[in-house]
C-alpha cells in the first residue's frame, strides 16, 4: 500500500475541508465513546481486567517463541498447517501459493488489518483470482476502491448516498428502481451479492484476533457473521495472523474478550466469537478441507526488547481512535499508512521508518485520552515520545523547530539574559498591540495567527514587576 | 548558637517556591501574583527565585531530553532548598512532578535529587486542596464560569474536584460545566503551530462548547489552554471572556480577561 504519512499535513488539510468526512467523524465520536462508557461503568471489575490482561500480554511476549511454537505444534496436531512470514512479500507469496494450490478462482474474506499491511489485496487483484470482500464494510471500500479509514469501522467515511451509488455501479443487473437509502436496503443487496461469492469462493481468509496455544485455535470476532462464512463454507480457510495475536491459554483469550468489545464498540460482547481448530473432522458436520495459518512478522520480532514492545500488547480494539482528538478532526486516511489514531501513530514508524512517518507521533497534544482508555494500558505517549526522540536525532523533526527549540534552550539556560529578553519581548507586543488585548497577525508565529489572534501580554514580566516589589 | 524554636502552640510557615512558568511570567503577571496571594493566605511563607527560567516541556516534548535536562538541572538548582515548590499550571506542575524523575532515571547523582523535588512539587489547586486542605479567605466574584480541565493537569495529576472544590467557596459564582470538559482544546505546546489546522478544529469545537455551557466566563488552570482559547474566540469575536482559575480564586478584577474578550468596548 502507498505509505503517505510524509504528507500528514497537506492530508488533514484536505479532510478538514471535507463536509462529508467531517459529518461522519462526527458521528463516530458521539456513537462509541457513548456507549463504552456505559458498558464499562457497568462493570465494576473493568479496571482489574486491563491489568490482568496487560500482565497476560507482557508474558507471552516475554516468551513469544515458546507460545509460538506450541501453538504451531498444536494446529499440526488438529491437521492444519503453519506457515511462518518473515515479511510483507513472503506472507503475500505464501497465500498466493496456497490460492492457486488450491485451484481458486474466488476468495472470499474476512476483515484483517495485517491483511491490508501485507498488500494482499493488490495482489490478488493484479491476479486472475477474484477477491470479495465479506465485511460490508470492506466490501464497500473494495467497491469504492479505497483502503480503509478505520481499524473496525473502514468505512466510516463513506455515506449512505455513496454506497448507493457505488453499489448501482458495480452490481451488474441491479433494478434501477430499487430503493438504496436506507441501511436495511443496503445491508439486504449486500447479503444477496455475498451469498453467491460464499457458495463459489474455493478459499476463505479471515485474520484473527487471537491465536490459543494451548489448542491451536484461532478466534475471530465479527458482528455481521460474515467470518463463520468465510471460514467454513470455503474449502480452504486460510487465517492471516501477526505474531502477537497469540496467548497462552483460551482463558487468557476470554478474560481478554471482555475487555475487546466492550473498549471497542461499547458492546458486552461482538454478536459472533467464533472458534476454529484445523480441517472438517469426520464427524464435525462443516468446516474447510484444509486449514493454513500464515504467521506474519513484518518488523514486530524487532519491537521486542525494545522501547516500543509494549505496543505489541495492542488488540486492535480503536477505543484510542475514537476518542482521539486529532483523528476525529482528521479520519484514517490522513496517516498516510494502514493503522490510524495512537495506535497508528505509535505502529507505524516502527514497522515502517521514522523517516517517513515523523508526522504522526509529533501530531498529537498528548492530551491522554488514548492512554486512559486502552484496555492494554500501552503507555501511548511514552511511545510516541520515544519516536519523537528517534525522529529529532535522526533529523526528521524540521529545520525551524530545531532553531526554534536551540534558541529557546539557549536563553532558558541563561536567566539574565532570559529575563531581559523577555522584558523586550513583553514591551514589543504590547507597543504592537496599543491596548486592544490582542494581534491579529505577528511574524514568525504564523501558525498561531493563522487562525486565532495572539493575546496581548499584560504588561511588564512578572519577574520584573515582582523584583520592583510589587504583590 | 542557640536555636531559637517556634513559639508554643504554632509551627513555623511552610517555605514555598513559586515557579510562576514562562507563559504566566510573560503574558500573565496578574496570575503569579494572585497565586502568591492564595498561598500566604493559606500560611505559606512564597519565594520567588529569580534565576527560573522554564521547566523543559518545549524540549522533552519535541523529542530533545538532552536539552530538557540541562534546563531542568537550572531549576533543581534554583528550587531545591524549599519545602515545596508550586506551579500555576498543570502542565508545566505535570512535567516537574511526573516527567522529571523519568528525564533522570539513569542519572545516579541528579536522579536522587530530581525525584526529591518533584515529590514536593505541586499544581497550585492540587496544593491548597490536597496538601495544605487550606480554608481561602472568601472572596466574591460574581457572574457564571464554566472550568475547562487541561489535559496534562487532569490526566497526569488528577486535577479535577480541586478548582471546583475551591471555586464553590467564591460567593455570587456559579459554575456551568460544559459538554466535554475533559477534551482537550487543542494547544499541546508546539502542536498548535506545527499542527495549526487541526489545532484549529479542536479549539473550534471548545469555543462551541463552552458558549453552550451558559458560562461567561471560561476558567482553566493553564495558561497555554487559555491563550489558545481566548485567542480563538477572539478572531471569532465570541462574547467569552478567558481566565486563569487563580485569578478567580483571588478575586482579582483589576485586569481585563485574557485578550481583553468578553469586555464591552
Not at chain 1, 485455535?217 to 495472523?241: C, F, K, M, P
Not at chain 1, 506474519?296 to 480503536?318: E, F, K, P
Not at chain 2, 521547566?55 to 531542568?72: I, L
Request: glycine fraction near 10%; aromatic fraction near 6%; hydrophobic fraction near 40%.
Amino acid at each position: 500500500m502507498n505509505h503517505t504519512s510524509d504528507r500528514f499535513i497537506d492530508n488533514s488539510r484536505a479532510a478538514l475541508a471535507n463536509p462529508v468526512l467531517q459529518a461522519a467523524l462526527a458521528n463516530l465520536k458521539r456513537g462509541f465513546p457513548i456507549n463504552r462508557a456505559e458498558v464499562v461503568a457497568d462493570l465494576p471489575e473493568f479496571e482489574e481486567l486491563r491489568n490482568v490482561a496487560r500482565d497476560i500480554k507482557d508474558h507471552t511476549l516475554d516468551h513469544l517463541d515458546v507460545y509460538l511454537e506450541i501453538y504451531e505444534r498444536n494446529v499440526r496436531a488438529s491437521g492444519g498447517k503453519v506457515h511462518w512470514a518473515r515479511n510483507a512479500k513472503e506472507a503475500r507469496d505464501t497465500i498466493m501459493r496456497i490460492c492457486r494450490d488450491a485451484g481458486a478462482r474466488t476468495v472470499t474474506k474476512g476483515k484483517s488489518m495485517v491483511v491490508e499491511e501485507i498488500g494482499l489485496n493488490e495482489a490478488l487483484d493484479a491476479s486472475e483470482i477474484r477477491r470479495v470482500e465479506t465485511d460490508l464494510g470492506e466490501y464497500i471500500i473494495q467497491l469504492r476502491d479505497e483502503p480503509p479509514s478505520h481499524i473496525i469501522v473502514p468505512a466510516v467515511h463513506v455515506t449512505k448516498e455513496e454506497i448507493g451509488d457505488a453499489f448501482r455501479e458495480a452490481h451488474e443487473g441491479l433494478d434501477p428502481t430499487r430503493a438504496l437509502s436506507e441501511p436495511a436496503d443496503i445491508t439486504a443487496e449486500a447479503r444477496t451479492r455475498l451469498r453467491e461469492a460464499y457458495f463459489s469462493a474455493e478459499v476463505g481468509i479471515t485474520g484473527a484476533n487471537f491465536l490459543v496455544a494451548e489448542s491451536g485455535s484461532s478466534i475471530i470476532v465479527t458482528n455481521e457473521g460474515n467470518g463463520d462464512l468465510t471460514q467454513t463454507l470455503a474449502r480452504t480457510h486460510v487465517v492471516v495472523a501477526s505474531l502477537e495475536k497469540i496467548v497462552p491459554t483460551m482463558e487468557d483469550a476470554f478474560a481478554i474478550l471482555r475487555l475487546l468489545a466492550r473498549s471497542s464498540t461499547g458492546q458486552e460482547f461482538s454478536v459472533y466469537t467464533s472458534v476454529s481448530n484445523g480441517p472438517k473432522r469426520s464427524d464435525d458436520l462443516d468446516g474447510p478441507k484444509a486449514y493454513h495459518v500464515v504467521l506474519v512478522d513484518n518488523g514486530r520480532s524487532s519491537m521486542l526488547g525494545t522501547n516500543q514492545q509494549d505496543m505489541l500488547r495492542c488488540i486492535q480494539c480503536a477505543a484510542c481512535i475514537n476518542h482521539c482528538p486529532v483523528y476525529s478532526a482528521v479520519g484514517g486516511h490522513a496517516y498516510g499508512w494502514i493503522y490510524p489514531g495512537p495506535m497508528g501513530a505509535v505502529l507505524t514508524p516502527s514497522l515502517t521508518n521514522i523517516a517517513a512517518s515523523a508526522h504522526l507521533p509529533n501530531a498529537s497534544t498528548f492530551c491522554g485520552q488514548c492512554e486512559q482508555v486502552c484496555p492494554m494500558k500501552i503507555p501511548l505517549i511514552k511511545m510516541m515520545r520515544h519516536h519523537r526522540n528517534s525522529a529529532h536525532q535522526q533529523g526528521h523533526g524540521g529545520k525551524v523547530s530545531k532553531f526554534a527549540l536551540f534558541f529557546w534552550s539557549y536563553f532558558a539556560g541563561r536567566p539574565a539574559l532570559y529575563r531581559t529578553l523577555t522584558g523586550i519581548g513583553v514591551g514589543v507586543l504590547a507597543a504592537l498591540a496599543i491596548g486592544r488585548g490582542r494581534l491579529k497577525s505577528l511574524p514568525l508565529v504564523g501558525g498561531w495567527t493563522a487562525n486565532r489572534d495572539l493575546p496581548a501580554p499584560e504588561g511588564g514580566t512578572f519577574l520584573t514587576r515582582y523584583r520592583r516589589g510589587e504583590r | 548558637m542557640k536555636q531559637i524554636g517556634p513559639e508554643p502552640g504554632t509551627v513555623p510557615p511552610i517555605r514555598v517556591g513559586l515557579f510562576v512558568t514562562c507563559l504566566v511570567d510573560f503574558f500573565r503577571p496578574s496570575v503569579g501574583f494572585a497565586t502568591i496571594k492564595l498561598l500566604e493566605q493559606a500560611g505559606c511563607k512564597v519565594e520567588v527565585p529569580e534565576i527560573q527560567t522554564c521547566c523543559g516541556q518545549p524540549a522533552y516534548n519535541s523529542g530533545d531530553p538532552a536539552t530538557a535536562r540541562a534546563v531542568v538541572l537550572a531549576w533543581l538548582d534554583a528550587f531545591q532548598d524549599f519545602d515545596h515548590v508550586v506551579v500555576p499550571s498543570g502542565s508545566c506542575g505535570g512535567m516537574l512532578s511526573h516527567h522529571v524523575p523519568e528525564l533522570f532515571a539513569d542519572d545516579p547523582v541528579n536522579g536522587p535529587r530530581a525525584k526529591r523535588l518533584s515529590e514536593r512539587t505541586h499544581e497550585l489547586t492540587e496544593f491548597l486542596v490536597d496538601v495544605l486542605r487550606a480554608d481561602l479567605v472568601p472572596v466574591h466574584r460574581g457572574g457564571a464560569v464554566t472550568y475547562h480541565d487541561s489535559c496534562a493537569g487532569l490526566r497526569e495529576l488528577g486535577v479535577k474536584q480541586q478548582p471546583r472544590g475551591l471555586l464553590a467557596k467564591v460567593r455570587g459564582l456559579e459554575l456551568h460545566e460544559m459538554a466535554e470538559p475533559e477534551v482537550c482544546c487543542g494547544f499541546g505546546g508546539t502542536f498548535c503551530v506545527k499542527y495549526s489546522d487541526i489545532s484549529n478544529a479542536m479549539v473550534t469545537n471548545k469555543i462551541r462548547d463552552a458558549e453552550a455551557s451558559g458560562g461567561d466566563t471560561v476558567l482553566a488552570g493553564d495558561l497555554g489552554c487559555l491563550l489558545n482559547m481566548a485567542g480563538k474566540a477572539s478572531r471569532e469575536g465570541s462574547p467569552l471572556a478567558f481566565r486563569h482559575v487563580a485569578e478567580a480564586l483571588a478575586g482579582v478584577d483589576d485586569i481585563p480577561p485574557i485578550a481583553g474578550t468578553g469586555v464591552r468596548q
